[in-house]
């Protein structure tokens, strides 16, 4: 460490209310209902386990010469790791708030800030607490400063809460050693005491997550054996995984999956199932990682129009190119079998993996050419963004994925089931999707809280409808609705950021004017694109409201 940064002797690493003191576990939130990490370094060392008592369930990490991002120092022949290492490591155990006493070893922290409130809002964690610096010695400039930087990043940071640790020790000599920084005994019960006076003052957690592994049950609309249409958007997820709707009356392990997360995403996206004889569906969460779910229930189609993929309800996972070693080149295409009838309309989660850079798909019925200007699917590298296609079966029992000719991309197809031929019209005879609307070629994005009408068909019928939002000016979501419908619902069909382009599926009766409109949320501005897959005869479709809308069956952050 260079001489111009204080250093101690004391070095505590410990847990309270934890097992285990290594910063190696993950994806077990839901085992614990609250718990807080503390990091630090020589000065947050101090604090020895008794000081600590009275604090709330806790993972204890300080240790001398840390810095917060960059390599740390070197102490009697050891280097600990920076602070946000010791933050990621415990990701999926840490739930409520990141407590953070470093920097004293650090020249500036305006970055490390920012990387650590992106972590903390990556595994979902909703508080960062921030000690300030107490102005001594020879680096007091330097000390000043971090604390100018703190208080500009609070009213950058909603999440970023300042424990004033310099103004609560101020003229409490006692409380510190003759460097002004260090703690003694009665200056490590002082600061545990601050701590749990803000940490007392955060707002309460929420419901657990769903735990891996768990499922998540609620009511929907349509009767026992019809088949649930829901939108799942997985949210604050602890860690990497994925999911699967399922009717609440089967117990068989799904082998594909609905939708996928990371970290900080919002990925919506459409799954089917019977509905139990309980009236319900459940999500099924992978052995990943915990997760919120929200589910808007979008429709329901009749038993007799809807033939699951497999008997148990669950989709069946038809191709994984990962498996057979061969990508989908740029440009090229790859066919599989599906369950059902020549001319049924198979509904299939289409999930592109590991391209090589920006691209996108369409799923086609067996015998049918690929659209230029529509598509199912969009992928970049780093993204596992599912989503679901339907096209007609084709003569030889195959549809088939056609990737643009940007990059080539490995697909995963699960097959959830397929809607009866007479009760779907594809948007061209050929079952290609039909591009409807692209507001960028119009100059013009859909403003906040305003309405895009398109037509979509005959009155009555309902669309079919694959929503791509893009260069978004900030975060938001948006809705499919009848032109008929004034309200705007409690749920919605997609979400959105700058720089995002997740499309999503959604339904909507056309209204008298053969028309069906996007409604923007108030956030930000987005341009459109919609391409229609096709209508369902209406005679096969129940509504979960009375004007097609869609309505919210679960959110498990509420409980």
């Excluded at 806790?58 to 290492?85: E, Q, W």
């Amino acid at each position: 460490m260079p001489n111009r940064f204080a250093r101690v002797l004391i070095v505590v690493v410990s847990v309270v209310g934890l097992a285990t003191a290594l910063p190696a576990r993950t994806g077990d939130v839901g085992a614990i209902a609250s718990t807080d990490l503390l990091v630090g370094d020589s000065v947050m060392a101090g604090m020895s386990s008794a000081s600590r008592a009275s604090l709330p369930n806790h993972v204890f990490d300080a240790k001398v010469c840390r810095r917060l991002v960059s390599t740390s120092c070197s102490y009697r022949g050891t280097r600990p790791v920076p602070a946000l290492d010791v933050i990621r490591g415990w990701s999926g155990v840490t739930n409520r708030s990141i407590v953070v006493a470093a920097g004293y070893n650090d020249g500036a922290i305006s970055g490390a800030v920012d990387a650590v409130v992106a972590e903390a809002r990556r595994q979902g964690v909703p508080n960062v607490v921030w000690l300030t610096y107490r102005v001594a010695g020879g680096n007091a400039g330097i000390y000043r400063s971090h604390n100018s930087v703190l208080w500009q990043k609070a009213a950058q940071y909603p999440e970023l809460t300042i424990a004033d640790w310099a103004s609560y020790s101020a003229g409490r000599s006692s409380w510190v050693a003759a460097d002004g920084l260090h703690l003694t005994g009665s200056g490590a019960r002082a600061m545990a005491d601050l701590i749990g006076v803000v940490l007392a003052g955060l707002p309460p957690l929420g419901p657990p997550r769903i735990d891996p592994g768990a499922d998540a049950c609620f009511a929907v609309s349509g009767g026992a054996g019809s088949a649930a249409l829901v939108n799942l958007t997985p949210v604050a997820a602890g860690g990497d995984g994925h999911g699967v709707l399922t009717s609440s009356s089967g117990e068989a392990t799904a082998t594909a999956s609905n939708v996928n997360y990371r970290p900080a995403t919002a990925d919506p996206n459409v799954a089917v199932s019977p509905i139990g004889g309980d009236g319900r569906v459940c999500y099924r969460n992978g052995e990943h990682a915990p997760v919120h779910v929200v589910a808007d229930q979008l429709a329901a189609i009749d038993g007799g129009a809807y033939t699951p993929a497999g008997s148990d309800g669950l989709p069946k996972r038809r191709l994984d190119t990962r498996r057979t070693g061969q990508r989908v080149a740029a440009g090229g295409s790859v066919c599989f079998a599906v369950a059902g009838e020549p001319g049924d309309a198979a509904i299939v989660n289409l999930t592109p993996i590991g391209p090589n850079g920006s691209g996108h798909g369409v799923l086609t019925s067996g015998d049918a050419e690929p659209p230029t200007d529509a598509s199912n699917a969009n992928y970049r590298p780093g993204a596992v963004d599912p989503n679901v296609a339907l096209a007609p079966i084709g003569p030889d029992g195959t549809v088939c994925f056609h990737a643009s000719t940007h990059t080539s991309v490995d697909l995963v197809a699960d097959h959830l089931g397929s809607v009866d031929g007479d009760a779907f019209e594809p948007a061209n005879a050929d079952g290609v999707p039909l591009r409807l609307v692209d507001t960028r070629d119009l100059g013009a994005a859909v403003a906040p809280s305003a309405r895009r009408c398109f037509p979509a068909g005959d009155a009555g019928d309902v669309a079919v409808v694959n929503l791509t939002p893009v260069r978004a000016t900030a975060a938001g979501h948006g809705l499919l609705v009848g032109s008929a419908t004034e309200r705007a619902a409690d749920a919605s069909h997609v979400n959105f950021a700058p720089g995002s382009a997740d499309p999503n599926v959604a339904l909507a009766p056309i209204g008298p004017d053969g028309q069906v409109c996007f409604v923007n949320s108030e956030h930000a501005s987005v341009h459109l694109v919609a391409d229609l897959l096709g209508v369902l005869d209406p005679s096969v479709v129940r509504w979960p409201s009375a004007d097609g809308t869609p309505v919210r069956r679960l959110d498990s952050r509420a409980g």
